[in-house]
């Protein structure tokens, strides 16, 4: 996180929070709303590598009882 060198300004930083420098150069703060938006998206992508690996699951199940009527 980018501070700037004037003390008014790493004040007011601190004041509000995480911030990150902008292209302009303004200082920008950064709301809890974007890191919930963004773990959402990982969250969804997760469920999809769940679903996945529940199918794995089932299916070493499937191996388990078989191996169970082996002679």
């Known amino acids: 996180m980018y501070y700037t060198e004037s003390h008014h300004n790493v ?6 929070g995480w911030h990150y420098k902008t292209d302009i150069g303004q200082n920008t703060p950064i709301t809890a709303f974007v890191f919930i938006i963004a773990n959402l998206d990982f969250i969804i992508a997760n469920s999809d590598f769940i679903i996945a690996n529940l199918d794995f699951i ?13 002679p």
Request: glycine residues 0%.
């Open 11 to 16: 004040d007011r930083a601190q004041l509000q």
């Open 58 to 70: 089932i299916a070493n199940f499937i191996f388990v009882i078989a191996n169970q009527h082996l």
